[in-house]
């Protein structure tokens, strides 16, 4: 009997709450809502949704970069919710991040070759010319001619210096990969290139991605399956094809009504949401997203929507599924 493969990266419950700054005691901010999350060994998982969603913070408390207030974090079967200092450290190579802004993330001071050599300098020890052909080695990796090493962030395009960071991101192998936003400041033209180098790099390197993005045909291109968030909560969850085909969520419906349409001639009716999110601070009773939906019925002012599959590993949260009522 085949052991079924096991996640690389599973969220259980994870809720993510930050102190107000309005001045109330006991008043908090709810990034992320009680979220369940896996993210299979080379598979790419999107995080889409409005900015402010809670997309970001999903994704730094998946990595670890910031602590969850409840639930758990596991990654390749450890329980890492808790780790502190070294044991904190040792998991860090295999969990690599890549930010938008490569210029604030990259050291102004430092040769594009010296930052890429950092990590396997400081961490693995690396020295001499065994250092200097890794580095050759992740500059070509990334499409990047290794004697670009010399030259200084500053110096280099924005799609050059995205590529600096993803080579640094890669040096140590890494299994996992957050990538947040990390395309959005490119050029469209750009864009593409940058998306096609991380689907390359997870073909040769087995990478999986956790991509955060408010591009959705960039990420229809790159992911296999795609999480909606609304207000810190997952709301449709699914296959990137069923989801993008098939939206059965309102929130998604209307979000992928807005995205623009490669093909002209296709059908194209944009639902327009009234309003703007309501504040973390004051989520909605019921379905949070009840204050927007242009469907919304009596129950969802009352009880929160069940989770209900709405076909294969295609789930959403919602108390209307194909017109009826559920839950
Ligand atoms: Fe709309 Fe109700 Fe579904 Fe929420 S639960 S998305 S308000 S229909």
Do not use: W
Request: some cysteine.
């Amino acid at each position: 009997m085949t052991t079924p493969p096991q996640p690389l990266l599973q969220l259980s419950g994870v809720s993510k709450k930050f102190a107000s700054h309005s001045g109330r005691r006991n008043q908090f901010v709810t990034a992320v809502d009680n979220v369940d999350l896996d993210v299979m060994p080379a598979e790419t998982v999107a995080l889409v949704g409005e900015s402010g969603s809670g997309k970001s913070t999903l994704g730094r408390v998946a990595l670890r970069l910031t602590a969850a207030t409840s639930g758990t974090v596991e990654f390749d079967g450890t329980d890492i919710t808790n780790l502190r200092g070294s044991e904190l450290r040792g998991i860090r190579p295999a969990m690599q991040v890549v930010f938008q802004d490569p210029l604030a993330s990259l050291n102004p001071r430092m040769s594009a070759g010296a930052i890429v050599a950092e990590p396997l300098r400081a961490i693995r020890g690396i020295r001499g010319s065994e250092l200097d052909d890794r580095v050759d080695d992740l500059f070509r990796a990334v499409g990047l001619h290794p004697s670009r090493k010399l030259a200084r962030p500053k110096a280099m395009s924005g799609g050059q210096r995205q590529r600096v960071a993803i080579a640094r991101a890669i040096a140590l192998e890494p299994r996992l990969i957050l990538a947040d936003e990390a395309v959005s400041a490119l050029d469209v033209s750009v864009q593409a290139q940058i998306v096609n180098l991380f689907a390359e790099l997870r073909e040769r390197y087995g990478l999986a991605y956790l991509f955060i993005s408010h591009g959705l045909p960039i990420v229809r291109h790159l992911a296999q399956r795609v999480g909606v968030v609304y207000l810190g909560r997952i709301v449709e969850i699914g296959p990137i094809d069923e989801v993008f085909e098939n939206p059965r969520h309102p929130y998604t419906q209307a979000l992928i009504s807005a995205s623009p349409v490669p093909d002209p001639r296709a059908s194209h009716s944009r639902i327009l949401l009234g309003g703007d999110p309501p504040s973390p601070m004051d989520i909605p009773t019921g379905c949070r997203f009840r204050t927007r939906c242009p469907v919304a019925m009596p129950i969802c002012a009352v009880e929160a929507p069940p989770r209900v599959l709405a076909g294969p590993g295609h789930e959403i949260e919602c108390h209307l599924v194909d017109g009826q009522e559920v839950g």
